[in-house]
């Protein structure tokens, strides 16, 4: 079965620091996607960024990247210059090619401190 | 484009009551996911649709939940009778392909 684990279940940082959450999974598939997804007080599941595993390249998107090691199964998330409005439970998901059932991990809490 | 909505955004139901939750999917996308959001277990998946036709039921918990996708737009998720440890937030979300999920606002169910 496949499985996404988040190790940190609560995790601060200083306003205008930078920050990274992480996230591992298991799988014997050589073929899927990764996703964060933010989820703010507001409950709405915002997606962040997004990875394909046959790209060797790390997708970004302005202050938010990620860190993809294929071989260790870990899917890292950097969020630079942190910002007030970037607290909320960030979530890791994977997704077989070919299947659409996206398996979410447990969540990270964010915290930023002002 | 209006986003995946979903109604209501809260309910309070007595226990044995029937409830549907509604969902409303993005147009254009071929796949509709029904999930649970609960302190304890986290987002399950409960059951997901391609082209209308359900495919993956497993998660649903038991007899008394169902969900029905009358078309490619709309679905809804029914709970007779409701218990309390339904209550929970129940999420919507369709996607086109592999392009990643987009998520409706939820509904916040509370039986008491």
């Known amino acids: 079965a496949q499985t996404v684990t988040q190790s940190q279940p609560e995790m601060s940082v200083q306003e205008a620091e930078t920050v990274t959450l992480s996230c591992t999974y298991d799988t014997s598939e050589s073929d899927y996607y990764l996703f964060w997804y933010k989820q703010p007080p507001s409950r709405q599941m915002i997606l962040v960024i997004r990875q394909e595993a046959y790209k060797q390249q790390n997708a970004t998107e302005n202050r938010f990247s990620v860190n993809f090691q294929k071989a260790a199964k870990s899917f890292s998330l950097k969020i630079s210059d942190s910002q007030l409005g970037d607290a909320a439970m960030y979530f890791c998901a994977y997704l077989i090619q070919g299947a659409q059932k996206l398996v979410f991990g447990q969540g990270t809490r964010l915290t930023i401190n002002p | 484009d209006a986003g995946v909505i979903q109604s209501p955004r809260h309910e309070v139901t007595e226990m044995g009551q029937e409830v549907t939750l509604r969902c409303k999917l993005i147009?254009?996308?071929?796949?509709l996911f029904w999930y649970r959001q609960t302190m304890m277990r986290g987002l399950e998946l409960l059951i997901y649709?391609?082209?209308?036709?359900?495919?993956?039921d497993s998660g649903m918990p038991e007899d008394r939940f169902s969900a029905k996708m009358p078309n490619a737009s709309f679905s809804t998720l029914k709970i007779q009778p409701s218990e309390p440890r339904d209550s929970a937030v129940y999420f919507c979300a369709s996607s086109l392909w592999v392009r990643g999920y987009t998520f409706g606002s939820g509904t916040r169910l509370t039986v008491v």
């Open positions: 649709f391609n082209n209308n036709v359900p495919i993956d």
């Open positions: 147009s254009g996308h071929n796949s």
